[in-house]
């Protein structure tokens, strides 16, 4: 039982961590994007 509670705690781990990459992937995203739009006018 203890190995199934510590497999599921690097599994949220794992969740989170993609979750964060993902607002970074946005943010960054985002950034260019206003890039663009700025060097078009």
Avoid: A
């Avoid at 690097?10 to 979750?19: G, T």
Wanted: aromatic residues 14%; contains cysteine; proline residues 0%.
């Amino acid at each position: 039982m203890r190995i199934y509670s510590t497999y599921k705690r690097k599994e949220n781990q794992v969740e989170l961590l993609c979750f964060q990459v993902g607002k970074l992937y946005n943010y960054v995203n985002q950034k260019i994007i206003v890039k663009n739009i700025i060097k078009q006018f």
